[in-house]
């Protein structure tokens, strides 16, 4: 079965620097949601789509920006990094109309700022 | 303030010895408790969602109970396979679909 698919997986950036994360989404599955999970803590939620509009925010900081896509995939925008931004990055998708909850993660970014 | 505690943070089995962990939450308004498997590094996989009380899930070695205050999930004869961290999240019947979780049991089984 087809899954959450991340891009890229591995990411490098200087302090200052911008990163885009992408996330290619279950494919009928009509939500994105974005987590952040740091060193050895739970994943926090950031911000959701639901139909390409934005549905919830979570505690993502004004420096990320976030969009999905008339195709749904979605990409994760951030500006001015700094090293405690390092984390990994969790898309995870669902299918919402129908009252489906349950969340189908990807594999994750792991963004690492020097 | 809604929370979601996990207990306990971390668990050593004995290949076959079989246990719960515990998952209790405080929130205002339950929509549906979900049960993730996590290995290092990697994606959470969904395990189970529950939605009443009273209600349980089982899948292969694995099962999860509902009440009004917490849920379980019981493993029973464990395989070394089995070590993750399992996370317990919950939505809120405020029409919000984030995930809240908890911080997580860490469990390893030893062969």
């Known amino acids: 079965a087809a899954g959450v698919i991340q891009s890229p997986r591995h990411l490098i950036k200087e302090k200052r620097e911008t990163a885009t994360l992408k996330c290619y989404p279950i494919p009928r599955h009509d939500t994105v949601y974005w987590y952040q999970q740091g060193p050895g803590q739970d994943p926090q939620f950031l911000i959701s789509?639901?139909?390409?509009?934005?549905?919830d925010k979570g505690s993502i900081p004004d420096r990320f920006s976030a969009q999905q896509f008339s195709d749904y995939h979605s990409e994760l925008n951030m500006s001015s990094l700094e090293l405690g931004d390092s984390a990994l990055y969790f898309c995870a998708s669902s299918l919402r109309t129908g009252g489906y909850d349950e969340q189908f993660f990807g594999p994750g970014t792991r963004l690492t700022v020097l | 303030e809604d929370q979601v505690t996990q207990s306990p943070e971390a668990l050593r089995l004995q290949e076959g010895e079989s246990s719960s962990l515990n998952c209790s939450y405080t929130v205002s308004g339950l929509r549906g408790l979900f049960w993730y498997r996590q290995d290092p590094g990697k994606g959470p996989e969904f395990l189970f969602t529950?939605?009443?009380a009273g209600e349980e899930k089982e899948k292969e070695r694995l099962k999860a109970t509902l009440t009004k205050k917490e849920s379980f999930l019981h493993i029973t004869a464990p395989k070394p396979e089995d070590s993750a961290t399992y996370l317990c999240a919950v939505t809120m019947d405020t029409g919000r679909r984030a995930l809240t979780f908890g911080s997580g049991t860490r469990l390893q089984v030893q062969p």
């Open positions: 789509f639901y139909e390409k509009m934005q549905s």
């Open positions: 529950l939605y009443s």
